[in-house]
């Protein structure tokens, strides 16, 4: 019998504080949440939940007052920073509201630099880069800069470098909460049509109820715990 797989992604109790005048705010108070490798959960919640405060959390930026969090079956509490940052380039895939791309690069650079930093070929670097963006109905842009494309194609880039070093988690804080509500739709379809072909893990926080029941579970955060709805 094979072994089963480790959830690409599992937080234990996790807690969080934070002190706001002179009351401790719990944002998280033992959160818990399992992800396998090809699953997209949706992480909904009202605003100041702490939700962001989760997706820094698992994706290794920040570390909770209390709780573990799990990579690949790997716990990652007690790894020093310099190998909680290779973890982070080499596991880890994120995507934010704003996209984030180096302006004065080309959207194929954007999308071949982490993975040279990561130590691949600017050969193989290149290539991948070129089939992630055609995947993503990019190919004719791909010597444009970010100034040059719409907010949803800079979007749409932005995915492709998060998934450039094929990471075993991805965590997207609101992806498309930039967008109107059409080019959200498009890039959300895309968003989650690549997700499923790579196989990853995805967390993808959003308040949009609609786009939450398009992945495959919705947790909910409130009063610092996780619940399935
Ligand atoms: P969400 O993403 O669900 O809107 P956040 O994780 O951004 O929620 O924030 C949760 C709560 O934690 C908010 O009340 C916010 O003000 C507070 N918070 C987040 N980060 C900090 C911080 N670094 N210092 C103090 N309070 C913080
Ligand atoms: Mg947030």
């Given at each position: 019998m094979s072994e089963p797989q480790a959830p690409g992604l599992r937080l234990e109790n996790i807690r969080r504080s934070f002190t706001q005048g002179k009351e401790a705010l719990h944002v998280l108070d033992g959160a818990e949440l399992a992800i396998q490798p090809g699953e997209i959960v949706a992480l909904v919640g009202p605003s100041g939940a702490g939700k962001s405060t989760l997706l820094h959390i698992a994706g290794l930026l920040e570390r909770p007052d209390g709780g573990e969090v799990w990579l690949a079956g790997q716990p990652c509490g007690k790894?020093?920073?310099t190998k909680r940052t290779q973890l982070r380039r080499s596991h880890l895939g994120f995507v934010y509201q704003y996209h984030h791309l180096l302006p004065e690069f080309s959207a194929v650079e954007n999308v071949i630099l982490p993975q040279m930093i990561a130590g691949h070929s600017r050969k193989a670097a290149s290539v991948r880069a070129l089939d992630l963006l055609d995947r993503m109905g990019l190919k004719p842009r791909a010597e444009h800069r970010p100034g040059q494309l719409s907010g949803g194609e800079q979007q749409?880039?932005?995915i492709c470098r998060a998934l450039a070093n094929q990471p075993k988690v991805l965590l997207a804080d609101e992806p498309t909460g930039n967008l109107d509500p059409h080019s959200a739709d498009g890039v959300f379809a895309q968003l989650l049509h690549l997700v499923r072909s790579t196989g990853v893990a995805a967390l993808i926080a959003?308040?949009?109820?609609?786009?939450a029941k398009r992945m495959d579970r919705v947790v909910r955060?409130?009063?610092g715990k996780l619940t399935e709805s």
């Amino acid at each position: 019998m094979s072994e089963p797989q480790a959830p690409g992604l599992r937080l234990e109790n996790i807690r969080r504080s934070f002190t706001q005048g002179k009351e401790a705010l719990h944002v998280l108070d033992g959160a818990e949440l399992a992800i396998q490798p090809g699953e997209i959960v949706a992480l909904v919640g009202p605003s100041g939940a702490g939700k962001s405060t989760l997706l820094h959390i698992a994706g290794l930026l920040e570390r909770p007052d209390g709780g573990e969090v799990w990579l690949a079956g790997q716990p990652c509490g007690k790894l020093s920073e310099t190998k909680r940052t290779q973890l982070r380039r080499s596991h880890l895939g994120f995507v934010y509201q704003y996209h984030h791309l180096l302006p004065e690069f080309s959207a194929v650079e954007n999308v071949i630099l982490p993975q040279m930093i990561a130590g691949h070929s600017r050969k193989a670097a290149s290539v991948r880069a070129l089939d992630l963006l055609d995947r993503m109905g990019l190919k004719p842009r791909a010597e444009h800069r970010p100034g040059q494309l719409s907010g949803g194609e800079q979007q749409r880039v932005a995915i492709c470098r998060a998934l450039a070093n094929q990471p075993k988690v991805l965590l997207a804080d609101e992806p498309t909460g930039n967008l109107d509500p059409h080019s959200a739709d498009g890039v959300f379809a895309q968003l989650l049509h690549l997700v499923r072909s790579t196989g990853v893990a995805a967390l993808i926080a959003t308040h949009n109820p609609d786009l939450a029941k398009r992945m495959d579970r919705v947790v909910r955060l409130a009063e610092g715990k996780l619940t399935e709805s």
